[in-house]
């Protein structure tokens, strides 16, 4: 087995790429530059980049759902399609068609993603399922929210994971909150591995943010997951920082306390991997360059012909 180093500077390098990207997408959204909803990921960054830092990019394949910035950007999508996406353009992932909500990128092995809360998941035990039966060496890493699990399709997809053995990572990003519902008043036990363990799945809880500790988890589980089959679920705590949907901070909705220690934990932690990184000079202009060619490139870009509108589109 290899055994992966983690990688300070590439950790602090995607974890800024992901917050400037979302912090420009916050700058610019009034404007009303970027056509479709947007879910951001600030505070939850360290999930996709310990995740995506332990996987195999040649192999894994990526299931995520619609606050899919930070997955996305970890695992190395194309960033200015990316861009071009969010503002509609025809230079985008999708022709400018599908938005925010649905990024996806089949070079890199990242599956399109969809609105529909837990949806991915079904499809991802699918994958997972067809790289078992063609004997694939390939890996399914399916994030989605502790949300999600309030959905009939989790446990059933769940549990025909743990039936037929199949390599899927499970990754619960528990930001305890779906929309404005906290998760105490949605679920009778708050205690998601025992419930998971239950089904036969083993699991494993990691309680903050350190980037460095999710990619160990992370690795270790891809590793046994790739040598003995069987599915693996980790839950992740972590905090959203703005609104459910949108580039609004929601703290006068009265729904939930602005958590002035988490959102310092996440800023901390961005410090520690700058800390770490000897270039981080290079590496945050490395980041400029990039927002600013891809802003250019969307704002350049066609908007999709009309004659296009029902290309690439499924037909009843
Ligand atoms: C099947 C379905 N039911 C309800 C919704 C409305 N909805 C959108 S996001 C969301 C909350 C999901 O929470 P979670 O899975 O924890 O993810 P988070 O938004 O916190 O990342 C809900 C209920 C939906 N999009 N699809």
Redesign the pocket.
Known sequence: MTIKKFNYAKAYYLFKKIRSTEEKIIEIYESDVIKSPV?LSLG?ESIAVGIALASNKKKDIVFS???SHAHFIAHGGDYKKMWAELFGKESGLSSGKAGSMHLGDLDINFIFTS?????AISEAVGYALALKLKKLNSRVICY????????GTFWESLNFSALKKLPILFVC???H???Y?EQKKRMKTLNICKKVESFGVRSIKIEDNSTKNIFKYAHKALQGIGKNSQPVFLEINTY?EVD??GTNYDFELGYRKKDKQQLLKNLNELNYLKEKTKNFLQVEKKISKEISDALNYSYKSNFPKIKHIESNVTKE
Do not use: K, W
């Open positions: 879910h939850q759902n619609y606050r609105a529909i809360v837990g949806s989605h929210g502790e949300g999600a699990m309030d959905q990003e528990n930001n909150l779906a929309i519902s959203r459910h949907v």
